[in-house]
């Protein structure tokens, strides 16, 4: 089973920056289209962006379009999530997840594997 753990969190002003990565077990790990989720508390967990297998095609949410990058290094297992301009509202547990779908998803219906969340605090 592969197992994925996101590193890179923690606290930082208004209008800084911050990467969060992600670490995937296994040889297999360009087979996995991957996806950035976040949850704030009392919230539901939100769609972020998502990379394709080869990560030659992103998708983004309208919130952080513009300001988030994600890639990824096959040779590595690895994907990140590069945040920019941060907001408060930016403020949550993110998520990284992997889906065997083609493509670049959205649902976390489609994801199978999923890390333990790393925290973002975005101060004022």
């Known amino acids: 089973q592969v197992q994925l753990v996101e590193s890179g969190g923690g606290l930082v002003q208004a209008g800084g920056s911050l990467r969060v990565s992600c670490a995937a077990s296994g040889r297999t790990f360009s087979n996995y289209a991957m996806g950035w989720f976040r949850q704030a508390p009392g919230k539901e967990r939100e769609f972020v962006a998502s990379?394709?297998?080869?990560?030659?095609?992103?998708r983004y949410s309208d919130s952080v379009k513009g300001r988030f990058t994600i890639s990824r290094d096959n040779a590595k297992n690895t994907v990140y999530l590069q945040m920019n301009s941060l907001k408060p509202e930016d403020t949550a547990v993110y998520y990284c997840?992997?889906?065997?779908?083609?493509?670049?998803?959205?649902?976390?219906?489609?994801?199978?594997?999923w890390g333990q969340g790393t925290q973002v605090t975005v101060s004022s």
């Open positions: 997840a992997g889906s065997t779908n083609y493509g670049l998803p959205t649902s976390r219906d489609v994801y199978i594997y």
């Open positions: 990379i394709s297998r080869s990560g030659g095609s992103t």
